[in-house]
């Protein structure tokens, strides 16, 4: 029994161990399992992790299991992607989940702080981004951009609205020009008009006031809001004409409401027009009557021929006539029209004393203005409403007739100076007659003429000084111009310089004598003005030829034949005293073409300046002769001691003293008087000035003429018909060959 169990047991451990050799079927009883060879044991999004026994599955990061355990087995398990953006980004930032992460972005209209456009938790804020100051700008020209948080919105300025409206919405905006204006671009930074606006007039004063201002800006309101509907320019003529009618209600406002008002009903009334052009109800002229305000208005579609260049249009007896060339210049991209409005009573509201610039107190003075016309209006459709190539001529009705001594100016209304004032700047005066008044503008304005009686021009005492002194000096002028040229004996270059200086002289007296009242035609006062300046110019550019030549002459006393070697040719000395005169008048002219000519008299402007132009020159001249003439007075002190008896007896430094410094009193000083016509001495001044300036050429002909011994000689030959012996003659032109004579110096 117990050999059979031993021979048993050897026979188990024999079969087992040749079965460990021999049968492959058991080998994955003894080795370890991998379950994640097989990539479908775990789901998408999920790592495989073996253990010693088997494995396990876990979702990557970013994702949770669906059974919520953090490690799993088998199918039916899924990785389900975790919404990272659960309060994970700033405000003003969006968060954008991604399998298994996350980024943020900025709202628009913002930036990240970083400058990173995505970022990954809150490290970086999102500011607001300032659109407006992006270049080229968000909204466009002629807009306002206003910036707002994450945004920006767009506005146009005064003139100009959204086209078409809400258009910066949608990222498009564009400006257009409004062919009329609207309330708030009338007077925007007016106080009068912003104190109606606002609702507070509460005291009695400015009710009356802000109940027309109010009555005037509700019909441009109407028409400004409801822009799909007609505009009814009939109904809107009767609305202004109630307000011109109340002029009790106007003569209580002050100076600076009443033009404040006044000015908001003329741009109320060229809206307005300008408003019905671009709806009418029917595409045909119209022609509006009132009591106090007529308006016709005319569509230009085929009135412009070869034949026809212009058209004319009436209101009230008075009338505008306008170029097809301007229609064409200003610029109207719809339809074309014109329009005339002329205000009945507007004149006595708005008188002489809206004058812009007055520096005369008026008031108090024999000076009389007075508003002598309907105030007008011209209105176009274009864009461009002045600079025109060809003037619009504007015919006015007088409503007095004018008088002979009376002076016609042309005068616009300036909104933008204290509410508005009238200005003589920008038309002129073409023609005046007793029954109309035409004048001429570059531009499309609201105007009036304004007559000044003769007595503006000055005091009667000062006229009859002026005008007998000029017939005086005219006189003198032309008998030193006589002698100048037929008195053989003393033709030198000296006496050619005077010669000159006189005809200048002669020329500019005898042109303002005739000329510097003739204000009628505006045109012909600026010429007159102009070669006024020229030719007194001219004077003084001559006067100062001679000093030189007199400085160039005594400084070189002693030099034998000085004059016959190194004579400078007279042509030379044209060109200096002529040429440059016109240079600098040139220069002014088209600097400032309007300073030649003013309402009451045909000279330079003197309330802009413009009489800098020559005054400027004048005292540059005085200043450089007085220096020569000084110091040629030093080198005579020196040098005539030297010279022989009969030279310094033929040449007296008395007389040439007197003669040079009493040129330059009367050509010179007399015209430095003007300049202090001012104060308490501004009468005295007045008359000096006048006595002086009026006997120039008597004082020229005493000093160049009668103080000249040699031309004293030739007028007593002339009156006694008698002649000296030729040998006498000849012996004189000898000796006073060898120096410079009196009329040399004179």
Not at 365 to 379: A, T, W, Y
Not at 531 to 540: D, G, S, V
């Amino acid at each position: 029994m117990w050999s059979f169990s031993f021979l048993l047991f050897w026979g188990y451990c024999g079969i087992y161990t040749w079965g460990m050799f021999t049968s492959p079927s058991l080998e994955p009883m003894t080795r370890r399992v991998n379950g994640c060879t097989d990539t479908t044991m775990c789901p998408a999004y999920a790592t495989c992790t073996n253990t010693s026994t088997s494995y396990y599955c876990a979702c990557k990061r970013g994702f949770l299991s669906s059974n919520g355990l953090k490690t799993f087995k088998g199918p039916g398990v899924e990785c389900k992607d975790v919404d990272e953006c659960l309060d994970r980004c700033l405000f003003n930032g969006t968060c954008t989940n991604t399998p298994g992460s996350y980024f943020c972005t900025c709202h628009p209209g913002f930036a990240p702080s970083n400058g990173q456009l995505n970022s990954i938790g809150q490290k970086a804020d999102c500011i607001d981004i300032d659109e407006c100051l992006q270049d080229p700008s968000r909204c466009g020209p002629n807009s306002v951009c206003t910036n707002t948080l994450g945004s920006y919105s767009c506005g146009c300025i005064a003139g100009f609205h959204p086209n078409p409206e809400d258009s910066w919405k949608h990222g498009n905006f564009s400006c257009q020009r409004i062919p009329f204006k609207c309330k708030d671009d009338v007077l925007p930074n007016n106080m009068q008009l912003q104190f109606c606006h606002v609702g507070a007039a509460v005291e009695s004063k400015n009710v009356s006031f802000c109940v027309l201002m109010n009555a005037t800006l509700s019909v441009l309101d109407n028409v400004c809001k409801n822009k799909t509907t007609d505009v009814s320019l009939k109904s809107t003529a009767k609305t202004f004409a109630s307000v011109i009618e109340k002029t009790s209600k106007w003569s209580n406002f002050t100076k600076e409401e009443t033009s404040t008002l006044a000015t908001v009903l003329m741009e109320s009334v060229e809206s307005t027009t300008l408003a019905a052009f671009l709806k009418p109800s029917a595409n045909v002229s119209q022609t509006i009557q009132t009591k106090h305000l007529d308006i016709e208005s005319k569509v230009i579609d085929k009135e412009c021929t070869r034949e026809n260049e212009t058209f004319q249009l009436k209101a009230k007896g008075d009338e505008m006539k306008i170029w097809c060339s301007t229609i064409e210049e200003s610029e109207s991209t719809g339809i074309n029209g014109v329009a005339f409005v002329s205000f009945a009573g507007m004149e006595s509201i708005l008188d002489e004393r809206f004058l812009q610039d007055l520096q005369i107190p008026w008031d108090n003075s024999k000076k009389k203005l007075k508003l002598n016309s309907r105030v007008v209006g011209g209105i176009i459709t274009g864009r461009k409403k002045d600079g025109f190539s060809k003037p619009v001529i504007y015919t006015l009705e007088n409503i007095k007739p004018k008088q002979d001594f009376e002076s016609a100016i042309c005068v616009s209304w300036k909104p933008d100076v204290e509410g508005g004032r009238w200005t003589p700047s920008g038309c002129v005066l073409l023609e005046a007659s007793k029954t109309h008044t035409v004048c001429g503008c570059n531009r499309m304005v609201n105007l009036a003429v304004i007559m000044a009686s003769g007595e503006v021009t000055m005091e009667f005492t000062l006229y009859l000084i002026s005008h007998v002194g000029t017939i005086i000096s005219l006189v003198c002028l032309a008998m030193a111009i006589i002698t100048f040229l037929l008195c053989r004996t003393i033709r030198n270059q000296n006496t050619y310089i005077h010669l000159h200086l006189c005809i200048c002289l002669f020329l500019a007296k005898i042109l303002f004598l005739t000329g510097v009242d003739k204000t009628d035609n505006q045109m012909g006062c600026a010429l007159i003005a102009g070669f006024l300046h020229y030719l007194f110019l001219a004077c003084f550019f001559w006067m100062l030829v001679e000093a030189v030549m007199l400085f160039l002459m005594v400084r070189n006393l002693k030099v034998v034949n000085y004059f016959s070697s190194r004579n400078i040719k007279m042509l030379y000395l044209c060109a200096f005293g002529y040429g440059l005169p016109g240079l600098v008048v040139a220069v002014s002219a088209g600097l400032q073409p309007q300073g030649y000519g003013m309402y009451n008299r045909c000279w330079l402007n003197t309330e802009t300046g413009f009489i800098w132009s020559f005054l400027g020159p004048v005292c540059t001249i005085i200043v450089v002769n007085s220096i020569l003439l000084t110091w040629t007075l030093c080198i005579l002190r020196q040098k005539l001691s030297s010279v022989n008896a009969e030279v310094s007896t033929l040449k007296d430094t008395r007389l040439l003293t007197f003669k040079a410094f009493a040129q330059i009193f009367i050509l010179g000083c007399s015209w430095v008087l003007g300049i202090f016509q001012i104060g308490p001495v501004a009468s005295i001044m007045a008359y000096l000035f006048t006595v002086i300036n009026s006997l120039q050429g008597a004082f020229i002909f005493l000093i160049h003429c009668l103080l000249n011994r040699q031309v004293r000689e030739e007028y007593r030959r002339c009156m006694t018909r008698k002649t000296k012996p030729s040998s006498e003659t000849q012996t004189s032109g000898i000796l006073l060959s060898s120096v410079p004579s009196t009329s040399k110096t004179g």
